[in-house]
């Protein structure tokens, strides 16, 4: 008869030294473990973007009523005749407007002349329902409780609409051309529109300014009188009624510059107001309800937003010299000269001290974001749902023929992903870059 042989028995000073050595193992890991490589850590600090997305997290979605789309119609800013990537950038109140409001909403136009603004509230979508067209909508950079839309009311008529927000109030409403914009600090709204000319005129624009907060009070116009400075170009008006019927039902403090292609202007605080093209520049204060110029002159101006700006000009020896300026004073410091070249002006650019960066990962001197690499992945990842969309409705495909629409939100941690028949609000995966970008830009 074969015998088996019994159990293995263990002497219990080796199970006592095991258990000891993967104990110490454990506590190794767990100290080491949130350290890099480089000082080290038995990993990185950080896996790369796409090795952690296996799926993103829902917060929200907007199913789309066929014939109704996240898109403007009409939108032509003066001073932005390229046109502007539907998702928007970084969502700056300097950029243009984009149809995908921060982390809160919506802006669709749909048949009809008809549209609306879907924000998400408490848990539920709120619907600003509008009987035109939208051409712009933005909500305040500072708070979010502004919503400011424009809507296309004729052939060449429309008009701007300040909205309390949730309440859906209409603080007030204005006369404007097919665009509006905040102030940088979100106090203020700058609207306006080309006043028309006769014969061989200049172009002239006519802005107003008008508060977020309290009443707009009287009208005026800047008068150009300042002493020191030049007199107003030939044509433009400095009196009320040398304006068009519309400029002098234009409510606000208003100003009227001479326009050139390529003129751009930035309203950088409530009282601060910048003009440049290839004529020169002037800076703006509002004094007692009435636009001053503080400062003007040759050279090209361009801003380096949020903080400061920046002027191009000639110098002694047939050289070109630069400098810089806080955006709330006119106070000019010169630049090195082994400064390397600025950027061409975009209003995708968010400038820091020492750099400058945008959306799509263009960078100038240093810059503190790493790589951005959530955005393909959030493409590869709802592909398969825009197929899907596809075979459902025919107009996706036109709408959207490369695939999912991706608008990223990286200062509030969210992106929009249109994938045809819906739209989705999803989170970021937590990355470095965007707790980087949630410091600089909110």
């Known amino acids: 008869m074969i015998q088996r042989p019994g159990p293995l028995v263990l002497p219990q000073r080796y199970i006592i030294a095991s258990l000891f050595i993967a104990a110490m193992l454990l506590l190794f890991a767990v100290v080491q473990a949130p350290r890099p490589v480089s000082a080290g850590g038995v990993t990185a600090v950080e896996s790369p973007a796409v090795m952690n997305l296996g799926g993103f997290e829902s917060l929200a979605e907007f199913r789309l009523v066929d014939g109704w789309v996240p898109r403007f119609q009409g939108t032509l800013d003066p001073d932005q005749p390229d046109a502007w990537p539907f998702e928007g950038g970084f969502g700056t109140p300097w950029e243009p407007a984009s149809p995908y409001l921060a982390d809160q909403g919506l802006a669709l136009n749909g048949p009809g002349g008809r549209s609306e603004v879907v924000l998400w509230r408490g848990l539920e979508w709120r619907h600003y329902r509008f009987d035109a067209p939208l051409c712009s909508a933005r909500l305040d950079p500072a708070k979010g409780n502004h919503l400011l839309v424009t ?7 429309f008009e701007t609409r300040l909205l309390e927000v949730p309440e859906g109030r209409v603080l007030w409403s204005a006369q404007s051309g097919p665009w509006s914009r905040f102030s940088w600090d979100g106090r203020a709204v700058l609207i306006g529109f080309f006043e028309p000319t006769e014969g061989r005129a200049d172009p002239r624009l006519l802005l107003s300014v008008l508060p977020c907060e309290g009443e707009p009070g009287e009208p005026t116009l800047a008068p150009w009188d300042e002493p020191g400075m030049v007199a107003a170009p030939r044509g433009i008006a400095t009196r009320p009624e040398l304006l068009s019927e519309d ?49 003007g002159g040759s050279g090209v101006l361009n801003a380096h937003p949020p903080r400061r700006m920046a002027l191009t000009q000639a110098g002694p020896e047939d050289g070109m010299i630069r400098l810089t300026s806080p955006v709330g004073r006119v106070e000019w410091t010169e630049v090195a000269p082994e ?19 945008d959306a799509w990962d263009q960078r100038w001197s240093e810059s503190p974001l790493p790589p951005e690499r959530q955005r393909q992945t959030l493409f590869a990842s709802y592909r398969s749902e825009w197929r899907a969309a596809q075979g459902l409705r025919a107009s996706v495909k036109g709408w959207l023929p490369r695939g999912p629409e991706i608008a990223l939100r990286e200062s509030h941690g969210t992106a929009w992903v249109w994938v045809g028949d819906r739209v989705l609000l999803v989170r970021l995966v937590e990355v470095e870059r965007v707790r980087i970008l949630r410091k600089l830009l909110r």
């Open 151 to 157: 809507l296309q009311m004729g052939a060449a008529r």
């Open 339 to 357: 400064v390397q070249p600025w950027p061409a002006w975009d209003a995708a650019w968010v400038w820091m001290d020492n750099g400058a960066f």
């Open 247 to 295: 400029g002098r039902d234009l409510p606000g403090a208003r100003v009227e510059l001479p326009w050139h292609p390529g003129d751009r202007i930035w309203l950088t605080l409530a009282g601060q107001l910048w003009h440049g093209g290839a004529q020169g520049w002037t800076a703006w204060n509002l004094e007692d309800g009435r636009w001053r110029r503080r400062a």
